[in-house]
DNA sequence: ACACGGTAATCAAAATTTGAACAACAGCCC
DNA sequence: GGGCTGTTGTTCAAATTTTGATTACCGTGT
């Protein structure tokens, strides 16, 4: 049986893989010298000034960032003592509490985003023409799609 | 100065971003399900395996994972505690060590291949038609052989 | 041979992440 | 209302990762 991948696949993936892992951690880099934030720091200050009262439930936070409940937990709370974030008790679920941006946090967004975004363009898009945007885009859209509904670990047989 | 990305742009770097997470927590969790190895473990044993003598120095087996040296150090031991590989000291330089695949890591890798590979192919590579593969493929190639090079931390300005 | 500046890897302590167990609450059936 | 059962978040301990020294060794110059 068959399982392996044919020659082109392997060698696309392999490329992927790779300059995936370089470049996140670039990226990184490049986001803790220029502004003191870590990825995941920058990510969750993106989602909360996009939404309307820039506030977000827990649970919906960690689904979008792909992080564990603890590790969301974790990541809130280090933000929250540096003032980027506040936390509330949810009003229509007593249990739950959702993450507000605070105007500290706001400002430490606007601050880093043109830092972070000239970066991304320098590492990355500066390099790809459109048609390569548009394969991107397309590729990983559907690929998101398809991860958000599935659940994990689906050995293949035995 | 504009430094944002135009919005094709940025809708590719979210998309892709989102998406390569997904993927990677998922085949992580597949694997660890199908054969108790890490992410990092499989790589370490493809690296190994792929080398004449399967053997590879520190140095140069850190920078192929994209990991900091006291990573290595910590993963290779737990590799070795495992048995899955054997650590050597270099023979032209005193200073060096390499780790070198065992029996067993080689074993666990034959094992462990063709359910990661279908989980590869289940994922991402089936969906992916032949222009797709090949657009991947040149778009990461270039971009891991530009992030070899450079150094990191290029702060945009200030 | 001996000291010097530089590199390879490890070690110890601090920070982060995971996973299991837990507390507080919602929604529902009786 | 009172008792289940499933959610939502948090907490705690253990495992992992990073950071900053520290050790051992190379190559060079004296």
């Known amino acids: 049986?068959?399982?392996?991948?044919?020659n082109d696949?392997?060698?696309?993936?392999?490329?992927?893989?790779?300059?995936?892992?370089?470049?996140?951690?670039?990226l990184e880099d490049d986001l803790r010298v220029a502004s003191g934030l870590s990825f995941a720091d920058y990510h969750v200050l993106v989602l909360l000034s996009e939404v309307p009262g820039q506030r977000l439930r827990m649970g919906e936070l960690a689904g979008r960032l792909v992080f564990s409940p603890s590790r969301l937990t974790y990541q809130v709370s280090s933000m929250q003592r540096r003032g980027l974030v506040a936390r509330q008790p949810c009003p229509e679920d007593?249990?739950?509490s959702e993450a507000v941006l605070t105007a500290a946090g706001l400002l430490a967004l606007r601050e880093a985003a043109p830092h972070h975004l000239h970066s991304v363009r320098t590492h990355l898009m500066d390099d790809l023409d459109d048609a390569e945007i548009a394969c991107l885009t397309r590729i990983f859209t559907r690929?998101?799609?398809?991860?958000?509904?599935?659940a994990s670990a689906a050995p293949s047989d035995s």
């Not at 049986?1 to 044919?6: G, N, P």
């Not at 690929?143 to 599935?150: A, Y």
Request: no cysteine.
């Open 94 to 96: 007593g249990r739950g």
């Open 1 to 6: 049986m068959t399982e392996s991948l044919d």
């Open 143 to 150: 690929l998101g799609q398809r991860l958000q509904g599935t």
């Open 9 to 26: 696949r392997l060698t696309a993936w392999r490329a992927y893989i790779e300059a995936s892992q370089r470049l996140f951690t670039r």
